[in-house]
């Protein structure tokens, strides 16, 4: 079939089974790698601070959303954050039950644009939006400057 033809009938249509073995690396980029290099040697989360308009970003940002202005500060934005949205997850992504649902939040932080999303360490019963949470971040001998250096978000 060249590009001049055209299916005009949807019964045209044929196709195939089969997979495609890709494999991907998805860089951090510069900001992004040392959110996660401070995260792993300092036990901190860092956010872009932009030097025209003052807008800060987690997770960080080398450019500005607001005034696409080049940012090269980063600050601390510590480990405590707001509860901004939860919810309940029964099944991984393959749909198998988990024993348990599993609690995920996204949190922000205070005058911060973003959020982290992650796993919630709260009891069901004291859930409540804009509650304080505050990170648990695996020991620093087995952090490797990653998401997962997080084990959970608990009330702060
Ligand atoms: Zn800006």
């Known amino acids: 079939m060249s590009f001049q033809e055209q299916i005009k009938k949807t019964t045209s249509l044929g ?3 089969g997979q495609v073995p890709l494999n991907y690396k998805y860089t951090m980029g510069v900001a992004g790698e ?3 290099q401070t995260l792993r040697d300092k036990g901190d989360f ?15 940002l080398i450019y500005c959303e607001e005034c696409f202005a080049e940012i090269k500060d980063y600050v601390s934005v510590g480990l405590t954050g707001e509860l901004y949205s939860w919810t309940e997850c ?3 992504f393959k749909g198998a039950r ?14 911060v644009q973003g959020g982290i999303i992650h796993r919630l360490d709260v009891p069901l019963s004291e859930i ?12 620093s001998s087995q952090r ?13």
Do not use: N
């Not at 988990?98 to 005058?111: A, D, I, W």
């Open 15 to 17: 196709f195939f089974e």
């Open 34 to 36: 040392r959110f996660f």
């Open 46 to 60: 860092i956010a872009s601070k932009c030097p025209e308009c003052g807008t800060m970003a987690i997770y960080p």
């Open 90 to 92: 029964s099944s991984d």
């Open 98 to 111: 988990h024993e348990k649902p599993h609690l995920l939040g996204m949190v922000r932080f205070q005058g």
């Open 128 to 139: 409540a939006i804009g509650m304080k949470v505050i990170a648990v971040l695996r020991p």
């Open 144 to 156: 490797k400057g990653s998401l997962d250096d997080i084990q959970c978000f608990k009330k702060a």
